[in-house]
């Protein structure tokens, strides 16, 4: 069974700084990876989507890393701002059955100023 | 824009009455989904349609219905509702229920069980 890990679950850094986030699983057979952003009360919303066969994905201050083989990505955010502040969830859609998507429990992130 | 609506965002019920949540999409996706997450948690698949086909999640509870009447319209009827069953629920589209897809999803609606 697939298990989607994210640690740590919370996590606090001053304006400015780099983010990094994981998200590890344990079943290396996926069609893709998505990364997700969620605000306190709200819906999710994508961030990136990378493919089995890619190996990073990026846009703006946002880059995300894919090693399927050791069953890693890294979420990277560039120079942090407060309004990044917010939880971050990973998903990988499974390929062994009719694709369902796997979450990971999420990161919450908190930008101080 | 193409996307994802969710009907109410806020609903507040009593326990055991009956309640119905709303999704609509103009994606035009051949797969809708049902999500349930409570704080803090990963978002729970409680179902999903592929086209009309229905596809129920083993550890789903039988109080939780859905219905499809056509592609743009997908609802969650939750029979009795329970105090554990408020929550926020998560409706989602994907294109196609395999390959290199994404999910697309609707705001939410938190439902309050009093």
């Known amino acids: 069974k697939q298990e989607v890990t994210q640690i740590p679950a919370a996590l606090s850094v001053p304006e400015g700084e780099n983010l990094v986030l994981n998200c590890s699983f344990t079943?290396?057979?996926?069609?893709?990876l998505q990364w997700f952003r969620q605000d306190p009360g709200k819906g999710l919303t994508s961030l990136l989507l990378i493919q089995s066969s890619q190996r990073e994905q990026t846009s703006g201050r946002l880059n995300a890393s894919l090693d399927k083989s050791s069953g890693r990505s890294t979420l990277y955010i560039a120079a942090s701002q407060p309004g990044d502040s917010a939880t971050y969830l990973c998903a990988v859609r499974l390929a062994d059955s009719w694709g369902k998507f796997q979450f990971g429990a999420g990161t919450q992130v908190v930008v101080t100023p | 824009d193409a996307m994802v609506i969710q009907n109410p965002r806020y609903q507040v019920t009593q326990f055991g009455k009956p309640v119905t949540l709303s999704c609509s999409q103009t994606l035009n996706h051949n797969v809708m989904y049902w999500y349930q997450q409570k704080s803090s948690q990963a978002p729970k698949l409680l179902f999903h349609y592929y086209d009309k086909d229905f596809n129920n999640e083993a550890d789903t509870p039988d109080n939780f219905q859905s219905r499809r009447p056509n592609t743009s319209f997908c609802f969650l009827d939750i029979r009795s509702p329970g105090l554990g069953d408020a929550a926020m629920y998560l409706c989602?589209?994907?294109?196609?229920?395999?390959?290199?897809?994404?999910?697309?999803f609707g705001p939410g609606t938190r439902l309050t069980v009093t």
């Open positions: 989602a589209t994907s294109r196609d229920q395999r390959g290199a897809t994404e999910q697309y």
């Open positions: 079943d290396s057979a996926i069609y893709n």
